[in-house]
């Protein structure tokens, strides 16, 4: 539901096709959406449905087999609506990575390879949860906590880059949920998180004078050999790899892993032992993550492994988002919601292949793209300032043809072949992808 949520917001019309009458009960009586109760397998029910006058078919079941026959079904038969297919089984995507043309399917998302990079990204950067990065720029997002104690309390935002001695810009501001897109005159409150855009060493810098730098975790324990645990060591380098120890009560998978990954320490052992954190020293522990398929042994796993002294933990969840609310509470450092990183990816395609990344903040209420400017964009040669966006987006960041990446002044002039950060509502990207213009 999270990715039709999204869609909603940003104004798309969207029709639910599901077999369970009660989850499409539930789902349109909560978005701006219409269902129908059949299978996607059903030529009758996809032209219920709507097929015909569809621009994009995306088909995420439980079952793989599914999602590949209805949308192999649709490329065939409505070959100028687009097709996207969640697919988990690596029979299917291949070991090393997505096959995209598989039954003629535009665009493959496995949500296993989507996770284990987003936990790789995370663990390179410090397994700091408020920082996010993008894929064709230096550029970094961090989302600033204002503590109760901060010294920033009162202060206008104008004044932030005086305190903290760098250059950046604040793209919004939230507060219990209330979002507001600032301006140097803003004050800065108690609560607040401050979305911050700076290059890789600015950011650094604004970590040190925050006291939020993390440094990479040299001792890691991975506990529940899953697939996306395999996913996740496939995608480290082997001197990372050295630093880890899996724990898992199968011993046959223990023996399998084991061997195929012979840098990592393998203990055959059942978490919920009392005893394992003593006798192995995992207490000791820079980072331990819970991988394992149950999602509620994965949250009281890393909330225990705080308690009994682990650095940080991760909790990987599969099933229930709503766990991620509750880990708050819990120590927790982060929660990886596999649902959240496989509804980034598809965003992503769905947008345009303009854009390169997609970010969303605050439960939904803001986003942030890397949008590839086109060749034939009507912007190239304009400076900032001279470009109407009606208050409805913020460019953040440019990125150069030769690479450079900068926070943008009014001044700045976009030059072809350009990335653009922009931070915007959902409801705007049909705007905003009109403005920019866009290759398909």
């Keep these: 539901m999270g990715l039709a949520r999204q869609l909603v917001a940003e104004g798309k019309d969207v029709v639910l096709l599901d077999i369970d009458s009660e989850r499409i009960e539930q789902a349109v009586s909560r978005l701006d959406c219409m269902g129908v109760v059949g299978n996607g397998t059903d030529p009758a029910k996809l032209v219920e449905a709507g097929i015909e006058n569809a621009e994009a078919f995306i088909t995420l079941t439980d079952s ?58 995370l663990i390179d950067q410090g397994v700091n949860p408020n920082i996010l990065n993008f894929s064709n720029s230096t550029l970094l997002l961090y989302n600033m906590h204002v503590g109760p104690s901060s010294a920033f309390i009162g202060s206008k935002v104008m004044d932030l880059r005086t305190a903290l001695k760098t250059d950046f810009i604040v793209a919004a501001i939230n507060n219990d949920n209330v979002l507001r897109i600032p301006s140097g005159e803003t004050t800065i409150e108690k609560g607040d998180v401050l979305s911050i855009v700076a290059n890789e060493g600015e950011v650094h810098e604004i970590l040190k004078a925050v006291g939020d730098l993390e440094k990479a975790p040299k001792r890691m324990v991975f506990v529940g050999a899953s697939k996306i645990t395999r996913a996740l060591l496939n995608n480290m380098r082997p001197s990372m790899r050295s630093r880890v120890t899996l724990i898992d009560k199968d011993a046959e998978t223990c023996e399998e892993f084991s061997e195929f990954f012979r840098e990592i320490l393998v203990i055959h052992s059942d978490i919920t032992d009392e005893d394992i954190m003593q006798e192995e020293q995992l207490a000791n522990s820079d980072l331990l993550i819970a991988l ?36 708050r509470f819990l120590d927790i450092d982060v929660v990886i919601s596999t649902t959240d990183t496989t509804v980034e990816s598809l965003l992503r395609y769905l947008r345009s292949t303009n854009v390169s990344s997609v970010h969303t903040l605050f439960d939904g209420q803001l986003e942030i793209i890397e949008y590839i400017l086109p060749k034939t964009s009507p912007l190239i040669g304009k400076a900032l300032k001279d470009i109407d966006m009606r208050t409805k987006a913020l460019i953040a960041g440019m990125t150069g043809p030769d690479g450079t990446s900068h926070i943008p002044t009014g001044n700045s002039t976009i030059e072809a072949d350009s990335t653009l950060l922009v931070v915007l509502k959902p409801e705007y990207t049909e705007f905003i992808e009109a403005l920019f213009g866009r290759d398909r």
């Design 64 to 121: 793989d087999e599914i999602n590949l026959i209805s949308s192999g079904l649709v490329e065939a038969s409505y070959p100028g609506v687009r097709t996207v297919a969640v697919i988990r089984s690596l029979t299917y995507t291949g070991a090393k990575g997505l096959r995209e043309g598989l039954l003629g399917i535009d665009y493959i998302v496995n949500p296993t390879a989507e996770t284990g990079r987003s936990i790789n990204t």
């Design 292 to 327: 394992t398929d149950n999602d509620e042994l994965n949250v009281i796993t890393a909330s225990y492994a705080k308690r009994m002294g682990v650095t940080r933990s991760i909790a990987l969840i599969k099933q229930n988002n709503n766990y991620i609310r509750m880990a």
